[in-house]
């Protein structure tokens, strides 16, 4: 079989402030011309996803790797999942800290590991028995981080329910400074082989020890080359209510196109539960589904040698890659 490959990235869903825009939607854009050179490059679409969100990892603007946001400890906890959609093998590690790219160390678990998820300690300590150096923290911390936890700090309402609430378009503007950072990539290679990947720091303020939707397989990331892949983003606990990355991989099942599972399981989600957020999907032919329900989302894709990209519903640039 052979499919003209695809890579698409998100920088996030989120609601309310406009500031980073430009820097937002310019990392995702330079996140999938990393993800095209790499598939171009090996054909292989899980060195594109991986390729792609390490680009967005290293990105400060971004909620993963650095740039991940604090807990109400002020430490970095960070999440992340990858999955071959032909094997459907997968790797996540949840709660990691001072690694600099959790979406590496997630692919490790898959290939070197007979687990799909490692956590905390252990995760870290996997991180060093293979020999993934370990950061000191001061590096992953951007200023942007410290200043939205100072944000959330003295109000209770804000720091339980800061991104739910920070991601519905209709309701609680007050808390619109919130925002949704995660990071993710979906690939669809010439053979046909889908995989996705997602990396986050989480949720500001989020307690020690929570693990969001992004590492969670078939809620922040799913991939099957039978069908395709996702990466989601938004407010996880209300993600993981109504698994949406396999909500819309079996939308899809049904026959409905990547577009209309992706709005359909997105509005399910508002609906059901208030939360909002985003998600990417490519079919196993390489067609497009990309939605969310904020006010903004920063997503790229390139097929063809053109890259798609945009920031806000309905407006679509292109331009052509070298
Ligand atoms: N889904 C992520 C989480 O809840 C947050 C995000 O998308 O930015 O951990």
Not at 93 to 99: D, G, P, R, S
Not at 180 to 201: K, M, Q
Not at 297 to 318: C, E, F, N, R, S
Request: net charge negative; glycine share 12%; aromatic share 4%.
């Amino acid at each position: 079989m052979s499919v003209a490959p695809v890579v698409i990235v998100h920088g996030g869903a989120w609601s309310g402030g406009t500031g980073q825009c430009d820097a937002r939607a310019e990392g995702a854009k330079q996140a999938a011309i990393a993800g095209w050179a790499r598939l171009k490059e090996t054909e292989n679409s899980m060195d594109a996803v991986e390729a792609a969100v390490r680009a967005l990892e290293d990105d400060p603007i971004f909620d993963a790797g650095t740039g991940s946001v604090l807990n109400d400890a002020g430490k970095i906890e960070m999440d992340a999942a990858i999955m071959d959609g032909t094997t459907l093998n997968s790797g996540a590690v949840a709660c990691v800290q001072n690694i600099k790219n959790p979406v590496t160390l997630a692919r490790k678990v898959m290939e070197n590991t007979h687990h799909c998820l490692l956590v905390g300690e252990g995760a870290n300590e996997f991180a060093e028995k293979i020999g993934i150096p370990v950061v000191p923290t001061e590096e992953l911390v951007s200023e942007l981080s410290t200043n939205k936890l100072k944000f959330c700090e003295g109000n209770y309402d804000d720091r339980v329910g800061h991104a739910f609430k920070a991601t519905n378009i209709n309701k609680h503007k007050k808390h619109a400074q919130g925002e949704h950072d995660t990071v993710g990539a979906v690939a669809v290679d010439p053979h046909g082989n889908v995989a996705a990947a997602t990396s986050t720091g989480g949720i500001t303020a989020k307690m020690v020890g929570r693990v969001g939707d992004s590492p969670l397989i078939g809620l922040g990331c799913y991939g099957d080359s039978d069908t395709g892949g996702v990466s989601c983003t938004g407010h996880g606990e209300s993600i993981m209510k109504v698994h949406l990355a396999s909500r819309i991989i079996m939308y899809m099942e049904t026959g409905m196109s990547a577009q209309d599972a992706t709005e359909l399981a997105l509005d399910y989600m508002y609906r059901r539960t208030e939360g909002a957020g985003g998600a990417i999907v490519l079919d196993n032919k390489g067609n497009v589904g990309l939605h969310f329900t904020t006010d903004f989302m920063a997503w790229a894709y390139v097929k063809d040698d053109v890259m798609h990209h945009g920031l806000v519903p309905d407006t679509i640039h292109q331009v052509a890659v070298e």
